[in-house]
């Protein structure tokens, strides 16, 4: 399935791999993360990290000798400060939120011995970034079209046609989820549409296109929205 605005990624992984060896010692540890944003199903990769949403670090320590994980110290820093608050033996993990500022955030992590003897390190650099819509078609048949994402002009094939919105890298459980709003608005005016799915149906004796203008927008936190305009191709198919 193809994403708005950028290239298919090609990683499977749900999580991004970095590594710092320590030489001689042969130790080194991973820190994998992801963000805590909706992505659609099907979808092929990690959940990125966007403005205002959480994101979650996961470090794993590996390597001749250094033990058992949940033995050992770990000391995260965040931009150049140490999070005294959450370093401690077996505390691997990490998560924050994005603040209004979305700036990049250094993470990085120490792995010490019980002795305090650092055993490895690894440092990784994130950016949030801004969510985004994509819209699928609902096919009475054959459901949602996921192959094949909704852009530019969408040649309608029947009388009718029904879309969906999905918020990618919204802070949201799902596309439903009630902390994201919606409005579908077309060229030919009236009031805008609110659902998460929208029919339009093609007008009698008619043939044309009408653009259509949906946005999606985060009720609670305010740099999460974005926007997706397209136009639906209609023919007189009255004789059908």
Known sequence: ?????????????????????????????????QGETYTSPFYKGRALWSSQSRITFLAIPHGAGIGNPANLTYRWTQNGTVL???????????????????????????????????????????????????????????????HRETSGVHELQDKEVTFTAFPLFFSALNRNDNRIGY?????????????????????DDTAGSSQIQVRASSQDKILQSSNKNFFIQFEDLTGI
């Open 183 to 203: 409005e579908w608005l077309t060229n030919v005016g009236g009031e805008a549409e609110t659902k998460n799915s929208v029919t339009y149906r093609a007008p």
């Open 1 to 33: 399935m193809t994403k708005p605005g950028y290239p298919l990624l090609l990683v499977i992984s749900c999580l991004l791999f970095v590594s710092a060896p320590l030489g001689v010692l042969a130790q080194e540890v991973d820190i994998l993360w």
């Open 84 to 146: 005294g608050n959450i370093n401690g033996i077996g505390k691997n993990t990490l998560s924050f939120t994005d603040s209004v500022l979305s700036k990049p955030q250094t993470i990085k992590i120490d792995v010490l011995s019980g002795q305090n003897t650092v055993l490895a390190s690894a440092s990784v650099i994130v950016t949030p970034i801004f969510p985004m819509l994509a819209i699928y078609e609902n096919n009475p048949l054959y459901g949602f079209m996921f």
